[in-house]
């Protein structure tokens, strides 16, 4: 068998692992079994393991195979019995899922739950589409790789201690969880380390230019500075701020912070203690351009920004999200809401493109001289 055929093989096994789901579900929600949270965590831990292996055994074969093969077909699986949850919690499909949603993770059925299972068996699978598309071509799937780390990243650092702190307090199929938070980890680690290795190139840059004569980059510059300020203003909200001026922003534009389900006050959280400081880094970085480091961690904030935006947004409007929580129906408040929210989703993905665009017309440029 050639190497070519080789790789294929192991795409198609991984792209059939992630058909399995919504059988394998119908026939473990028909067992009366299945109802204890022990024996949910150890079919779930065997069935993970199934999920490494049989990828691992045949990656194994390869020559030189790329390392996010042998994790590819976990993900995927994953992605899928996500998209069943979302789609059963909202009552578009019957019951599959009933017994991990009512003895495995019960918070999955919440309207945040909800939204970032949308996210993954959507995004994340083809995400992961792709990149299973890149290697068959041999193309690179740093970039994408980059943003599905990012993320993945996130909603796990939301999901897990937004269930343990919540209403429904420490489930032990919770567990199941920690490698989707631990591997994305390692995989952005080899991504970032990868770019470093092709960095001794040594790039030579230009003179910097004055930001000032830069007006896109100055753009960008000034949104860092208001997601800063409004980053930091909703984390104090979800701490429990008392000042005026965050009771006032709370009650008119965003009383979903309040909810009893923790997600968006751990949501703001991971905002202002991991993204603001990114934000002061994205600042230097454009005062002084030349940053190597700046293409890569800027589709990790866009992938997590995403991610954070989609389910923050979506949870705020959901229809099983209790009405007090909804974003008041008044104009101003309407609209303060969703134009800090979407720009908050759409300007780092427009950061991502430019620095990576750039970065390219960089190199374009030093190739012709």
């Known amino acids: 068998m050639t190497q070519n055929s080789k790789v294929m093989s192991v795409l198609f096994v991984i792209f059939l692992i992630s058909l399995v789901p919504l059988p394998l579900c119908y026939i473990l929600n028909t067992q009366q079994w299945m109802q204890e949270p022990v024996v949910i965590l150890v079919v779930g831990v065997i069935v993970l ?7 691992c055994l045949m990656v194994r074969r390869m020559k030189n195979p790329e390392f996010i093969l042998y994790v590819m077909g976990l993900f995927m699986f994953s992605s899928m019995i996500d998209l069943i949850i979302a789609l059963e919690a909202d009552g578009m499909i019957p019951e599959v899922m009933t017994f991990y949603l009512k003895d495995g993770e019960p918070y999955l059925w919440t309207p945040y739950g909800t939204m970032i299972n949308y996210w993954d068996g959507t995004v994340h699978y083809g995400l992961c589409l792709w990149i299973l598309y890149a290697i068959s071509k041999r193309w690179s799937y740093r970039k994408v790789g980059l943003f599905w780390a990012g993320s993945i990243i996130n909603s796990l650092l939301v999901l897990v201690p937004g269930s343990v702190l919540g209403k429904f307090g420490i489930k032990v199929a919770i567990l ?10 390692w995989i952005a680690f080899r991504l970032l380390k990868s770019r470093q290795a092709q960095s001794i190139l040594n790039e030579q840059h230009d003179r910097p230019v004055s930001i000032w004569k830069r007006p896109l980059d100055l753009l960008f510059l000034i949104y860092f500075l208001y997601a800063a300020i409004v980053d930091l203003l909703r984390g104090f909200i979800a701490l429990g701020g008392q000042e005026e001026l965050l009771l006032e922003y709370l009650s008119d534009h965003e009383p979903y912070i309040m909810s009893p389900y923790a997600y968006p006050k751990v949501q703001l959280i991971v905002y202002m203690v991991y993204f603001v400081p990114y934000y002061a880094c994205a600042i230097y970085g454009l005062l002084n351009p030349g940053q190597t480091w700046m293409p890569d961690w800027a589709l990790l904030y866009a992938g997590a920004a995403a991610q954070g935006q989609f389910s923050h947004i979506g949870g705020s409007i959901h229809p099983r999200t209790e009405a007090e929580f909804h974003v008041p129906a008044r104009a101003h408040s309407q609209q303060v809401f969703w134009l800090l929210n979407i720009s908050l989703f759409i300007i780092p993905q427009l950061f991502a493109l430019r620095q990576n665009l750039s970065g390219k017309k960089n190199k374009m440029n030093k190739k012709s001289h």
């Open 49 to 55: 393991a199934l999920l490494v292996l049989v990828p």
């Open 176 to 185: 199941l969880n920690l490698p989707y938070l631990f591997v994305p980890v």
